[in-house]
C-alpha cells in the first residue's frame, strides 16, 4: 500500500496564499501522474489540478485556473499545489492522490488509486 502525505494546510485570510506538498514516503511516485481534490463540508470531492508524471501537461478546474498552479519536483519526489487569491469558497480539505496513469491529468477520481489523509485549509473573509 502506497502511504501518501500531505501538509501546508491552515488558516488564511481571503485574498492570501497557502502552499500545499504531497509526497508518498519510502516509494517514488515517478513514472504516475498526480493530482489534488478537493471536499467542502456537505458537498462531494471535486477535482483541483493534475500534472502529468513528466510535468509537462497539466489540467485544473475553472474554478481555480488562474489561482492555483501545481507542480512536481521528481527529485523530492513531491507534488505542490501553490493556491494564490485564496477565497472562502476554496475552504475545504484538500486531498493528494497516485494516479493509475502516467500521462494523462484526468480529472475524474476513479483515475486515481492512492489517496492521503487530506489537509485542511480554511480561508477567512
Known amino acids: 500500500q502506497v502511504q501518501v502525505v500531505e501538509s501546508g494546510g491552515g488558516l488564511v485570510q481571503a485574498g492570501g496564499s497557502l502552499r500545499l506538498s504531497c509526497t508518498t514516503p519510502?516509494?517514488?511516485?515517478?513514472?504516475?501522474?498526480m493530482g489534488w481534490f478537493r471536499q467542502a463540508p456537505g458537498k462531494e470531492r471535486e477535482f483541483v489540478a493534475a500534472?502529468?508524471?513528466?510535468?509537462?501537461?497539466?489540467n485544473y478546474a475553472d474554478s481555480v485556473k488562474g489561482r492555483f498552479t501545481i507542480s512536481r519536483d521528481t527529485a523530492k519526489n513531491t507534488v505542490y499545489l501553490i493556491m494564490n487569491s485564496l477565497k472562502p469558497e476554496d475552504t475545504a480539505v484538500y486531498y493528494c492522490?497516485?494516479?493509475?496513469?502516467?500521462?494523462?491529468?484526468?480529472?475524474?477520481?476513479?483515475?486515481?488509486?492512492?489517496w492521503g489523509q487530506g489537509t485542511q485549509v480554511t480561508v477567512s473573509s
Open positions: 500534472i502529468t508524471w513528466s510535468g509537462y501537461n497539466t
Open positions: 519510502g516509494r517514488t511516485f515517478s513514472g504516475y501522474a
Open positions: 492522490a497516485v494516479s493509475r496513469y502516467g500521462s494523462t491529468s484526468y480529472a475524474n477520481s476513479n483515475a486515481y488509486a492512492h
